[in-house]
């Protein structure tokens, strides 16, 4: 336990952080696993689940929450993951 006044304060600042930080980092997590799980399930609505996860992801990169190109990468795999799907899901994209 900290006994000087200032480190108490920045102790109760990281805190408050923290939580924060760990709200929007749990967010983008679980917006990126239901997209994964669209995917597996072939739900008709993964578009959405995937736009709602690059949503959450540039959210966390923008409050410096995850790092911006830790967020590109998940988005880009995301996004080849989902054109690939498309590409499957409609036969006349093949000709």
């Known amino acids: 336990m900290a006994n000087i006044k200032s480190q108490?304060?920045?102790n109760q600042q990281n805190e408050k952080r923290r939580l924060r930080n760990?709200?929007?980092?749990?967010?983008?997590?679980?917006?990126?696993?239901k997209a994964r799980a669209a995917f597996e399930a072939s739900a008709p609505d993964t578009k959405e689940?995937?736009?709602?996860?690059?949503s959450a992801l540039d959210k966390a990169a923008e409050k410096g929450v995850i790092?911006?190109?830790?967020a590109a990468r998940r988005k880009a795999?995301?996004?080849?993951?989902?054109?690939?799907?498309?590409a499957v899901e409609t036969p006349?994209?093949?000709k």
């Open 67 to 70: 790092h911006k190109n830790n």
């Open 22 to 33: 760990r709200l929007v980092r749990g967010s983008a997590r679980t917006a990126v696993n």
């Open 77 to 86: 795999r995301l996004m080849k993951r989902l054109a690939s799907f498309t």
């Open 8 to 10: 108490i304060k920045r």
């Open 92 to 94: 006349e994209a093949k």
């Open 49 to 54: 689940a995937v736009l709602k996860a690059i």
